[in-house]
Protein backbone atom coordinates (compact mmCIF):
# COMPACT_ATOMS: atom_id res chain seq x y z
CA UNK A 1 0.00 0.00 0.00
CA UNK A 2 1.63 3.40 -0.94
CA UNK A 3 1.40 6.29 1.33
CA UNK A 4 0.22 9.60 0.37
CA UNK A 5 1.47 12.61 2.28
CA UNK A 6 -1.21 15.04 3.21
CA UNK A 7 -1.30 18.49 1.14
CA UNK A 8 -1.14 20.61 4.47
CA UNK A 9 2.15 18.70 5.29
CA UNK A 10 3.82 19.40 1.95
CA UNK A 11 2.60 23.06 2.18
CA UNK A 12 4.20 23.64 5.86
CA UNK A 13 7.50 21.65 4.63
CA UNK A 14 7.96 24.57 1.76
CA UNK A 15 6.54 27.03 3.82
CA UNK A 16 9.74 26.26 6.00
CA UNK A 17 12.23 26.25 3.08
CA UNK A 18 10.62 29.55 2.05
CA UNK A 19 11.70 30.96 5.30
CA UNK A 20 15.21 29.26 5.24
CA UNK A 21 16.30 30.56 1.37
CA UNK A 22 14.18 34.10 1.84
CA UNK A 23 17.34 35.66 3.00
CA UNK A 24 19.40 34.87 0.58
CA UNK A 25 16.94 35.89 -2.21
CA UNK A 26 16.76 39.40 -0.21
CA UNK A 27 20.47 39.56 -0.19
CA UNK A 28 20.94 38.58 -3.54
CA UNK A 29 17.91 41.46 -4.59
CA UNK A 30 19.83 44.09 -2.66
CA UNK A 31 23.38 43.55 -4.13
CA UNK A 32 25.42 45.46 -6.53
CA UNK A 33 23.65 49.10 -7.21
CA UNK A 34 21.05 48.84 -4.21
CA UNK A 35 23.33 47.84 -1.60
CA UNK A 36 26.19 49.95 -2.59
CA UNK A 37 23.04 52.81 -2.50
CA UNK A 38 22.94 51.56 1.06
CA UNK A 39 26.42 51.18 2.00
CA UNK A 40 26.33 55.53 0.62
CA UNK A 41 24.04 56.86 2.64
CA UNK A 42 25.39 55.42 5.60
CA UNK A 43 28.53 56.28 5.26
CA UNK A 44 27.22 59.51 4.34
CA UNK A 45 25.64 59.93 7.83
CA UNK A 46 28.72 58.44 9.65
CA UNK A 47 30.64 61.13 7.72
CA UNK A 48 27.82 64.15 8.76
CA UNK A 49 27.66 63.11 12.68
CA UNK A 50 31.80 62.95 12.43
CA UNK A 51 32.24 66.36 11.45
CA UNK A 52 29.15 67.77 13.22
CA UNK A 53 30.95 66.65 16.57
CA UNK A 54 34.40 67.67 15.28
CA UNK A 55 32.82 71.53 15.34
CA UNK A 56 30.88 71.24 17.99
CA UNK A 57 31.51 73.96 20.67
CA UNK A 58 32.70 73.31 23.64
CA UNK A 59 31.07 72.50 26.67
CA UNK A 60 31.07 75.13 29.38
CA UNK A 61 32.24 75.20 33.15
CA UNK A 62 29.12 73.46 35.10
CA UNK A 63 27.57 75.13 37.63
CA UNK A 64 25.17 73.94 40.42
CA UNK A 65 21.50 73.78 38.64
CA UNK A 66 18.98 76.16 39.71
CA UNK A 67 16.40 73.63 39.96
CA UNK A 68 12.48 73.48 41.90
CA UNK A 69 11.39 69.44 41.61
CA UNK A 70 11.24 68.38 38.28
CA UNK A 71 12.12 71.78 36.10
CA UNK A 72 15.87 73.34 36.44
CA UNK A 73 16.69 76.54 34.04
CA UNK A 74 18.89 76.33 32.12
CA UNK A 75 19.42 79.76 30.07
CA UNK A 76 19.40 82.79 30.54
CA UNK A 77 21.48 83.01 32.48
CA UNK A 78 24.35 80.70 32.45
CA UNK A 79 27.77 81.53 33.92
CA UNK A 80 26.97 85.34 32.76
CA UNK A 81 24.07 87.24 33.31
CA UNK A 82 25.06 89.44 30.35
CA UNK A 83 23.17 88.42 26.90
CA UNK A 84 24.14 89.59 23.75
CA UNK A 85 21.07 88.42 21.72
CA UNK A 86 18.41 91.26 22.41
CA UNK A 87 15.64 88.76 22.24
CA UNK A 88 16.62 85.90 23.88
CA UNK A 89 15.89 82.03 23.94
CA UNK A 90 14.67 80.66 27.31
CA UNK A 91 15.35 77.12 28.05
CA UNK A 92 14.47 74.60 30.57
CA UNK A 93 14.42 71.44 31.17
CA UNK A 94 11.63 69.54 32.72
CA UNK A 95 10.32 66.31 33.32
CA UNK A 96 6.87 65.00 34.51
CA UNK A 97 3.41 65.83 34.18
CA UNK A 98 2.74 68.18 31.14
CA UNK A 99 1.40 71.73 32.51
CA UNK A 100 0.31 75.02 31.25
CA UNK A 101 2.46 77.92 32.65
CA UNK A 102 3.56 81.43 30.79
CA UNK A 103 6.59 82.93 31.03
CA UNK A 104 7.37 86.54 32.90
CA UNK A 105 9.24 88.74 31.55
CA UNK A 106 9.99 91.93 33.91
CA UNK A 107 11.87 94.80 34.04
CA UNK A 108 14.29 94.71 36.66
CA UNK A 109 14.76 98.34 37.99
CA UNK A 110 12.00 101.30 38.86
CA UNK A 111 8.60 99.19 39.35
CA UNK A 112 9.39 96.27 37.51
CA UNK A 113 6.95 96.45 35.07
CA UNK A 114 5.67 93.02 33.01
CA UNK A 115 7.19 93.40 29.49
CA UNK A 116 6.32 90.81 28.03
CA UNK A 117 4.37 87.44 29.16
CA UNK A 118 3.41 84.09 27.43
CA UNK A 119 1.94 81.13 27.60
CA UNK A 120 3.50 78.06 26.89
CA UNK A 121 3.30 74.22 28.23
CA UNK A 122 6.43 73.03 30.14
CA UNK A 123 7.14 70.12 28.10
CA UNK A 124 8.10 72.88 25.54
CA UNK A 125 11.33 73.47 27.00
CA UNK A 126 12.25 76.55 25.18
CA UNK A 127 10.49 79.90 24.66
CA UNK A 128 11.67 82.52 21.83
CA UNK A 129 11.16 86.12 23.26
CA UNK A 130 8.50 87.20 20.20
CA UNK A 131 7.24 90.39 20.98
CA UNK A 132 7.88 93.08 18.63
CA UNK A 133 10.02 95.28 20.02
CA UNK A 134 13.84 93.86 20.65
CA UNK A 135 14.52 94.57 24.38
CA UNK A 136 17.11 97.45 24.97
CA UNK A 137 20.71 96.87 24.85
CA UNK A 138 22.01 97.88 28.52
CA UNK A 139 18.70 97.23 30.35
CA UNK A 140 18.31 94.59 33.11
CA UNK A 141 15.44 92.10 33.13
CA UNK A 142 14.48 88.68 34.61
CA UNK A 143 12.28 86.29 33.95
CA UNK A 144 10.85 83.17 35.35
CA UNK A 145 7.85 80.55 34.71
CA UNK A 146 4.52 80.78 36.93
CA UNK A 147 1.05 79.68 36.93
CA UNK A 148 -0.80 80.09 34.16
CA UNK A 149 -3.96 81.46 35.88
CA UNK A 150 -1.53 83.27 38.92
CA UNK A 151 1.35 85.02 38.94
CA UNK A 152 2.43 85.25 42.55
CA UNK A 153 2.39 80.97 41.89
CA UNK A 154 5.72 80.24 40.52
CA UNK A 155 7.13 77.46 38.74
CA UNK A 156 10.63 78.72 38.74
CA UNK A 157 12.53 81.48 40.75
CA UNK A 158 13.34 85.21 39.19
CA UNK A 159 16.38 84.90 36.57
CA UNK A 160 18.03 88.15 35.97
CA UNK A 161 20.05 89.22 32.66
CA UNK A 162 20.67 92.18 31.18
CA UNK A 163 21.05 92.63 27.18
CA UNK A 164 24.63 93.70 26.47
CA UNK A 165 25.65 97.29 26.32
CA UNK A 166 25.36 99.15 22.70
CA UNK A 167 29.23 99.25 21.56
CA UNK A 168 30.15 95.97 22.68
CA UNK A 169 26.82 94.71 21.07
CA UNK A 170 28.06 96.29 17.87
CA UNK A 171 31.66 95.04 17.34
CA UNK A 172 29.73 91.47 18.14
CA UNK A 173 27.69 91.78 15.06
CA UNK A 174 30.29 93.09 13.23
CA UNK A 175 32.16 90.20 13.68
CA UNK A 176 29.20 88.12 13.14
CA UNK A 177 28.59 89.94 9.64
CA UNK A 178 32.31 88.89 8.46
CA UNK A 179 31.88 85.22 9.82
CA UNK A 180 28.44 85.53 7.14
CA UNK A 181 29.72 86.69 4.72
CA UNK A 182 32.76 83.85 4.81
CA UNK A 183 30.39 81.51 5.48
CA UNK A 184 27.99 82.34 2.20
CA UNK A 185 31.13 82.60 0.36
CA UNK A 186 31.72 78.76 1.14
CA UNK A 187 28.47 77.85 1.07
CA UNK A 188 28.43 76.42 4.08
CA UNK A 189 25.10 74.30 5.14
CA UNK A 190 22.62 76.11 8.11
CA UNK A 191 24.00 73.27 10.39
CA UNK A 192 27.46 74.36 10.34
CA UNK A 193 26.78 78.09 10.00
CA UNK A 194 24.67 77.68 13.63
CA UNK A 195 27.87 75.67 15.06
CA UNK A 196 30.40 78.39 14.03
CA UNK A 197 28.38 80.92 15.65
CA UNK A 198 28.24 78.70 18.51
CA UNK A 199 31.76 78.53 19.06
CA UNK A 200 32.45 82.48 17.82
CA UNK A 201 30.43 83.14 21.18
CA UNK A 202 32.01 79.81 23.32
CA UNK A 203 35.24 81.86 23.02
CA UNK A 204 33.88 85.60 23.46
CA UNK A 205 35.18 86.30 26.77
CA UNK A 206 33.34 88.75 29.33
CA UNK A 207 34.84 90.30 32.52
CA UNK A 208 32.61 90.64 35.65
CA UNK A 209 33.85 92.40 38.43
CA UNK A 210 35.22 90.29 40.86
CA UNK A 211 34.89 86.94 38.87
CA UNK A 212 36.83 85.46 36.43
CA UNK A 213 36.50 85.81 32.69
CA UNK A 214 33.69 83.81 31.31
CA UNK A 215 31.91 83.25 28.02
CA UNK A 216 28.39 83.91 26.22
CA UNK A 217 26.87 80.13 27.06
CA UNK A 218 23.50 81.75 26.40
CA UNK A 219 24.05 83.14 23.31
CA UNK A 220 26.10 79.77 22.31
CA UNK A 221 22.95 77.82 22.79
CA UNK A 222 20.41 80.47 21.13
CA UNK A 223 22.80 79.93 18.35
CA UNK A 224 22.58 76.36 18.03
CA UNK A 225 18.55 76.39 18.55
CA UNK A 226 18.32 78.96 15.60
CA UNK A 227 18.27 76.93 12.63
CA UNK A 228 14.97 75.34 10.79
CA UNK A 229 14.70 71.66 10.11
CA UNK A 230 17.61 70.20 11.14
CA UNK A 231 18.77 66.78 10.71
CA UNK A 232 18.07 64.03 13.15
CA UNK A 233 21.68 63.56 14.29
CA UNK A 234 21.95 67.33 15.16
CA UNK A 235 19.14 67.24 17.06
CA UNK A 236 20.06 64.57 18.65
CA UNK A 237 23.34 65.87 19.53
CA UNK A 238 22.04 69.37 20.33
CA UNK A 239 19.63 67.27 23.35
CA UNK A 240 22.76 65.68 24.35
CA UNK A 241 24.83 69.36 24.50
CA UNK A 242 21.45 71.21 26.31
CA UNK A 243 20.99 68.41 29.08
CA UNK A 244 24.88 68.90 29.71
CA UNK A 245 24.05 72.53 31.25
CA UNK A 246 21.83 71.34 33.97
CA UNK A 247 23.98 69.08 35.81
CA UNK A 248 25.44 69.72 39.28
CA UNK A 249 28.74 69.31 39.55
CA UNK A 250 31.44 72.63 39.10
CA UNK A 251 33.77 71.02 37.13
CA UNK A 252 34.84 71.31 33.69
CA UNK A 253 34.10 68.68 31.02
Known amino acids: MSFQQPKNLMFNINYRVLLIILPFIISYT ?3 E ?3 KIKSLQTFAQTRVSKLISIWPRRPPRKPKTSRGSICSISPPYGTYIVWHNRPLF ?3 YSGADKQVKIVLREYEGNQDTVWEQP ?6 KLLYSKNTPLKAG ?4 WRLVNAENNLDKITDWQTIQIMPQPEREKIQSDLQALAQNLKINQAPSEEIALLHAAYFSNYQIKHQNSEPTNLWSDVLQSLYDINNPSTEYTQLLKEYTNSFCQQTN ?3
Open 139 to 142: KFYQ
Open 34 to 36: SFT
Open 120 to 125: VTLSTQ
Open 251 to 253: TQN
Open 91 to 93: LWK
Open 30 to 32: ITG
